[in-house]
């Protein structure tokens, strides 16, 4: 079992920064490939950006390329979101999930944390 735990939201004007963090809990943490989610209200949640076990492979949605970076610290069990020119359209609840490397579906996800953008 894992238990990932979101925090850094809050609000943000546009064009600034933001960094979310999730700290993993309960197993290896390297073994995981973890990820963000995001879910803006009245819309469907969609994928963000994930991290291979160790980092060497990401992938990003692409409205986010460019501006928003996945990276991890498996040391302290961390997965970062760095989150630059933030848009209006950035606004919604991040997610943290996470799930083993021999598995195709997120298990584990966190309670999210609200990103607010102001224009």
């Known amino acids: 079992q894992v238990q990932v735990v979101e925090s850094g939201g809050g609000l943000v004007q546009a064009g600034g920064s933001l960094t979310l963090s999730c700290v993993a809990s309960?197993?290896?943490?390297?073994?995981?490939?973890a990820g963000w989610f995001r879910q803006a209200p009245g819309k469907e949640r969609e994928f963000v950006a994930s991290?291979?076990?160790?980092?060497?492979?990401?992938n990003y949605t692409d409205s986010v390329k460019g501006r928003i970076s996945i990276s991890r610290d498996n040391g302290e069990n961390t997965v970062f979101l760095q989150m630059n020119s933030q848009k209006v359209a950035d606004a919604a609840v991040y997610y943290c999930?996470?799930?083993?490397?021999?598995?195709?579906?997120?298990?584990?996800w966190g309670r999210g944390t609200q990103v607010a953008i102001v224009s």
């Open positions: 999930v996470a799930r083993h490397w021999t598995r195709t579906e997120w298990d584990y």
């Open positions: 309960g197993r290896t943490f390297k073994s995981f490939t």
């Open positions: 991290s291979s076990c160790r980092g060497s492979n990401t």
